[in-house]
């Protein structure tokens, strides 16, 4: 198992290629908080990673959004989400979605990315599939701007989540 220890002491590169996917298919957020070790704990890791998330404009915002995966999407269908989000969906069970769920999932997410410009975003391991469905119907009906801060929310306790899967608390 990583430590903090060893992010704090490694070089920026190891870093960066420990961290780079805590934040899905955004390594750019490892990188802005590498020069900013050493890190007393992981949530001072976590609390740094959010702040640069948080510093960023709107269009880097909605980037990272755009990074994350549909859930029980196609990409999940043929095996290519990355190693955390397949664990994570599969931890909700929807990588055993019956044919009826899939088509559910599959309305919910077109609908949320025509209506929003980026996918839904949801902690899943602190959900099961009916909640996320309940989710994706409470959600759908917010603004815009309701539901890109609640993504980037989500986002933050995705990330928090990985870090305790790689580093422990």
């Keep these: 198992m990583t430590t903090l220890t060893d992010l704090n002491t490694a070089p920026a ?9 805590i934040f899905e298919h955004s390594p750019w957020v490892a990188v ?33 959004l755009r990074a994350h995966p549909d859930l029980a999407g196609k990409l ?5 989400l990355t190693n955390a989000s397949s664990a994570e969906q599969a931890s909700a069970g929807l990588d055993r979605l019956s044919e009826a ?10 609908a949320y990315t025509e209506k929003f410009g980026f ?3 949801i902690a899943v391991r602190e959900n099961t599939k009916a909640s996320i ?7 759908i009906t917010n603004s815009r701007e309701a539901e890109f801060t609640t993504a980037l929310a989500e986002v933050a306790k995705i990330a928090r989540l990985r870090l305790t899967t790689l580093l422990g608390d």
């Design 13 to 21: 590169e190891s870093f960066i290629v420990t961290l780079g996917g």
């Design 32 to 64: 802005a908080v590498a020069a900013q070790r050493p890190f007393a704990n992981v949530n001072a890791l976590h609390a740094a990673m959010v702040a640069a998330v948080d510093a960023e404009d709107a269009a880097q915002k909605l980037a990272l």
């Design 76 to 80: 999940a269908r043929a095996g290519a």
């Design 101 to 110: 769920e899939f088509q559910r999932f599959t309305a919910f997410n077109i």
């Design 119 to 121: 996918p839904f975003i």
């Design 133 to 139: 469905l309940k989710a994706f119907e409470r959600r």
